[in-house]
Every structure is written in structure tokens, then in C-alpha cells.
């Protein structure tokens, strides 16, 4: 097999792991408050929001400000897309991953759009089973009723068309908008996706570019000025 996936081995908040993702929101079909997505709008890169973005996806920001990462996650859609018609979309992740790294993180963007794909992981975390295989998701109902590997890890993501079906998944994380709301629902901050591994709920705190005038825009600035002020007080400078 000539074409493999383009997996990254690791990004500013995780350590060297597999990584391997496709656009965001173009395949998230069970995302809805933050279904946003990258496109090509009169030769310029642009990001778009659905009817219900309440707060744009963070990988849909990167992919619109670098067009070299969106090229990539679409060159991975394309290339899983042929291999599911060709029936050896197993045999194209399972060689495309480096085996020598034990965790493979399943979308930095990205979900599972449809069922035959999810399926071709979960044959690949059954053909590794010294590899952990992780992953967020919206897609929910896909999981149902199927025989998920012990070495496999879903976290059931709020903020979807599915969230009735999140109680019947052992972890679940939601976007908080700041730390106090992440302390009324008293719940941790994920940072490292290590909350990945254990039962129970996590969060993570908005970040990336937010629409212009909007209540996640407004939150952001005022973390931004938060910050700014801490520094001041504890440095006596800014900038």
C-alpha cells in the first residue's frame, strides 16, 4: 500500500503520541454547537458557522488560518473515503500508525461520520492490543451495541444531536466557557487528555477564534484582560 494517513506524533499539550485527523465539522455530523468548518470562499480560507454554533471548533480555526493543516486532514478524508469503497480502510490506519508509540489519539479534528469507519478503528485497536487507542466523540449512537476493545477509550462529547445517549458512556467532557463555571458543575480541567483514561466527567476551557460579537468572543476577552491584569500584579509589568 503506496498511501498512507498523515498522522502527527504529538502537539504543544501532548506527549508524543499518534495522531490522526481529518477536517473538522465537514465530518462531524452529530456536532451542533460547535460545528464550524474551513473553507475556500473566493480563493481565501475561511471559517464557517452552521445555524446552531454557539462557539466555533478549535481545529476548524486551525484549519482556516493554515491552509497547509487543512490540506492534510482533507488528504486523510479522501484517502480513508477510498479505502472504505475499496474495503481495506483497516489495513490503511493499521500501517499508517507507528506502532512504537503506544497511544494513537483518534481526531484531533474530526469524528466518526460514518459506521463502517468507526468500525475499521475498532478492528485496529483489536489487531494492537498492547496500543491504547482514545478519542472524543459526538457520534454516539454509532457505539451502541458494539463490542468495544479494552484498549479502546471513547469520551462521549457534550454539545451534540445526541446527548440523550451520553449516560450510557463511562466519561463524557464538555466545553466550559471559564474556570468559575468549570467549578459550579465541579468538574476538572482537562489539559493533557488524561482524563481520558478514567470514568467520570471532565471539561475544557473554550479557546481558538470566536465569531466576532458573540457571548464565546466576550468570554475570551475578558480571560484575556484577567490575565493581563495578573501579570501585571505579579510581575508589576505589561506589556
Not at 461520520?113 to 468500525?119: E, I, Q, R
Not at 478519542?135 to 479502546?152: A, E, Q, R, V, W
Not at 475544557?204 to 493581563?228: D, N, V, Y
Request: net charge positive.
Amino acid at each position: 500500500m503506496k498511501e498512507l494517513l498523515k498522522v502527527s506524533s504529538g502537539n504543544s499539550k501532548l506527549t508524543s503520541r499518534n495522531i490522526v485527523s481529518i477536517p473538522a465539522g465537514l465530518t462531524c455530523p452529530k456536532a451542533k454547537i460547535c460545528r464550524s468548518w474551513a473553507s475556500v470562499i473566493n480563493g481565501k480560507s475561511q471559517i464557517v458557522d452552521s445555524d446552531t454554533t454557539l462557539f466555533r471548533c478549535y481545529a476548524a480555526s486551525q484549519e482556516a488560518q493554515y491552509p497547509a493543516v487543512r490540506d492534510n486532514r482533507m488528504s486523510n478524508f479522501k484517502a480513508i473515503l477510498k479505502a472504505l469503497r475499496k474495503g481495506n480502510a483497516v489495513e490503511l490506519i493499521d500501517k499508517s500508525i507507528n506502532k512504537n508509540l503506544k497511544l494513537t489519539r483518534i481526531h484531533e479534528s474530526g469524528d466518526f461520520f460514518n459506521l463502517d469507519y468507526l468500525k475499521a478503528w475498532l478492528k485496529v485497536a483489536e489487531l494492537n492490543p498492547d496500543n491504547i487507542f482514545y478519542c472524543y466523540s459526538k457520534s454516539l449512537s454509532y457505539f451502541l451495541d458494539l463490542g468495544i476493545p479494552s484498549n479502546f477509550y471513547v469520551t462521549a462529547s457534550w454539545g451534540g444531536t445526541e446527548d440523550n445517549l451520553i449516560e450510557y458512556f463511562e466519561r463524557d467532557s464538555r466545553v466550559v466557557f471559564n474556570e468559575d463555571e468549570a467549578k459550579k458543575l465541579n468538574l476538572p480541567i482537562d489539559h493533557d487528555d488524561s482524563n481520558c483514561f478514567k470514568k467520570g466527567s471532565f471539561c475544557h476551557l473554550l479557546h481558538g477564534t470566536q465569531p466576532k460579537g458573540s457571548e464565546a468572543s466576550k468570554e475570551l476577552g475578558k480571560r484575556r484582560k484577567l490575565k493581563k491584569t495578573n501579570q501585571t500584579i505579579f510581575t508589576g509589568y505589561s506589556k
